[in-house]
């Protein structure tokens, strides 16, 4: 059995030993890794650094217009939000205005209508209907004029035709 153990151990010293070589591989490849992304970190500090005082330049320059550009646009707004207003108040005015208007053309127009009509009953019962018996006796008495007449004209007539007959009776 002790010669069991002592493979055992000899096995055991043998996989440490061979734990420690591999273990120190790793600390040698980590410390070149690590050497490595220094110098890169290096290099990218050196060429990042003078971006990012560029944007940092640009930022503090841009700033204040910035600032600017948002207290003319909020002023704006106030200003564009009273136009309105007053352009809603002015328009509501307007059209309250045109119905007034609308309004009075309607009673206008119908006081104008209502007039007319009154006008022409009293023009058709004052004017036209005396003009219209005043035609109708002229028409009569035209009648009558005519009938004499045509009673006169009958009368030579009758004569002369009686004449005639007589001589072409005999």
């Known amino acids: 059995m002790t010669s069991v153990v002592a493979a055992f151990v000899i096995i055991a010293a043998v996989a440490i030993v061979l734990q420690m070589a591999i273990l120190f591989a790793l600390y040698k490849s980590m410390k070149q890794t690590a050497g490595k992304m220094e110098a890169i ?3 990218m500090e050196q060429q990042t650094t003078p971006l990012v005082a560029t944007a940092q330049a640009i930022l503090e320059d841009a700033q204040p217009k910035i600032a600017e550009i948002t207290s003319n646009l909020a002023e704006s707004s106030a200003t564009m ?3 309105v207003s007053q352009v809603a108040e002015a328009t509501g005015e ?4 045109a119905r007034l208007h609308a309004a ?3 009673e206008f127009v ?3 209508m209502g007039k007319i009509e009154t006008a022409t009953d009293i023009l058709e019962s004052k004017v036209l ?3 219209r018996r005043v035609q109708g006796i002229m028409a009569a008495v035209n009648a009558g004029l005519g009938l004499l007449r045509a009673g006169k004209g009958r009368g030579k007539a009758r004569g002369a035709a009686a004449g005639q007959d007589d001589e072409m009776f005999i």
């Open 41 to 43: 970190a290096g290099r």
């Open 94 to 97: 307007i059209v309250e205005r």
């Open 81 to 83: 939000r009273a136009h």
């Open 129 to 131: 209907n005396p003009v």
């Open 104 to 106: 009075r053309v309607d």
């Open 110 to 112: 119908g006081s104008t």
